[in-house]
């Protein structure tokens, strides 16, 4: 399985932001820590991850032939500006590493087979995820791997706020599997009234 690779590596300003965070870090370790007090170091901590990460950009290598069965299995089509997706496939939860990297690859094999079609537009993504259960929380499932995927394969320009707003839905369809509806922003209305039943 391939790694990401570094494209631009900020050595500078990587090394600083480093040391700000060891300080800061050493500084709160000094001090008995309240409730308020854990927030604010995770919160902290968020905020020079973030930093330190966009010191880093990546890349991902066009997906080998020999690794294309290593993805789920997807069907796609593209009418009235809207491209639809279903996968096959559990959206893993947040923070752990569940079919994560297939989730990924898959994506960014779908990317590379509409690649540019919203190359430097603004879209929206809408979500639908099932999983066959009742009680479930949607918001602990980890859309990034979509994204990236969708990035990796150049379908999209890049899944910050500038070019990506989402909706997410998920249902008990008796299966495991992700509907994705994508379109430039200003179609906002056809894609949230879109019934995703009536698709795959």
Known sequence: MREREITVYDKKNFKKKLIEFVNVAREYMKNDLSNDNIYKVLYTTELFRNSIYKCV?????????????????YETEYSDGILKIKIYELLPPVRTPYNNRRLEK???????????????????????VSMPRDNWDI????????????????????????FV????????????????????????????????????
């Open 165 to 200: 707003s989402y909706m997410l839905e998920g249902i008990n369809d008796g299966e495991n599997y992700i509907k994705i509806f994508i379109s430039e922003k200003s179609n906002i209305k056809n894609v949230s009234i879109l019934n995703p039943e009536n698709y795959f």
């Open 57 to 73: 950009k990546f890349k991902m290598p066009t997906i080998p032939e020999d690794t294309k069965e290593e993805i789920s299995k």
């Open 106 to 128: 898959t994506c960014q094999t779908i990317a590379e087979k509409y690649k540019g079609l919203f190359e430097n537009k603004e879209v929206i993504i809408r979500v639908q």
């Open 139 to 162: 918001d602990n499932r980890d859309l990034r791997y979509i994204f990236n995927g969708f990035v990796y394969g150049k379908l999209i320009t890049d899944d910050n706020i500038k």
